[in-house]
Antibody, heavy 118, light 107 residues
Framework: EVQLVESGGGLVKPGGSLRLSCGASGFTFSTFNMNWVRQAPGKGLEWVSS????????YYADSVKGRFTISRDNAKNSLYLQMNSLGAEDTAVYYC???????????WGQGTTVTVSS | DIQMTQSPSSLSASVEDRVTITCRASQSIASYLNWYQQKPGKAPDLLIY???SLESGVPSRFSGSGSGTDFTLTISSLQPEDFATYYC?????????FGQGTKVEIK
């Protein structure tokens, strides 16, 4: 079964850091580009970051540029999001998602919740 | 950055109604437009990619059309399981922006 499972979310104080992980199974992870997408409580979807299959191309939303770092370890079938200098505006459910050959996000994880609060 | 604007933000409809949701891009995105369905507490599901191609397993009552800057998602006969929020997303260039969503509610 094709699956993505996020972990690493939790409660963190403003200014703090957190590292999210996304484990992939059921497909050849190293051949797919991957994304992080987040959703603040009661709000819509916000694309956060993208990384190509071999990490050559990396992109960030302006809202996280300079604070978040996306990375991947193809040997471990894992995607990561290092989040620094967190603020209340980063409170959200964070999803990892696979970019399919269609260019759409065709596989999503269940999400991990990040809450930034003192 | 390319801005995506959906309309309406919400709509009320009855089962078997025909429903149309529009999505407009701030610049041409060719056919790089995807549609997602999200139900409360769940991750989104890809419905349509590249404007009009149905993702595997998606019922044929869903269809997409458009090109350039104007796009449409149509549900030909709304079913009870279709009440959800729908998002468009452009995959033409980074940042891969989403529309603000359209909530389809029961009338």
């Amino acid at each position: 079964e094709v699956q993505l499972v996020e972990s690493g979310g939790g409660l963190v104080k403003p200014g703090g850091s957190l590292r999210l992980s996304c484990g992939a199974s059921g497909f050849t992870f190293s051949t797919f580009n991957m994304n992080w997408v987040r959703q603040a409580p009661g709000k819509g979807l916000e694309w956060v970051s993208s990384i190509s299959s071999r990490s050559r191309y990396i992109y960030y939303a302006d809202s996280v540029k300079g604070r978040f770092t996306i990375s991947r370890d193809n040997a471990k079938n894992s995607l990561y999001l290092q989040m620094n200098s967190l603020g209340a505006e980063d409170t959200a459910v964070y999803y990892c998602a696979r970019v399919g050959f269609s260019n759409g996000l065709d596989v999503w994880g269940q999400g991990t919740t990040v809450t930034v609060s003192s | 950055d390319i801005q995506m604007t959906q309309s309406p933000s919400s709509l009320s409809a009855s089962v078997e109604d025909r429903v149309t949701i529009t999505c407009r891009a701030s610049q041409s995105i060719a056919s790089y437009l995807n549609w997602y369905q999200q139900k409360p507490g769940k991750a989104p599901d890809l419905l349509i990619y590249a404007t009009s191609s149905l993702e595997s397993g998606v019922p044929s009552r869903f269809s997409g059309s458009g090109s350039g800057t104007d796009f449409t998602l149509t549900i030909s006969s709304l079913q009870p399981e279709d009440f959800a929020t729908y998002y468009c997303q452009q995959s033409y260039s980074a940042p891969w922006t989403f529309g603000q969503g359209t909530k389809v509610e029961i009338k």
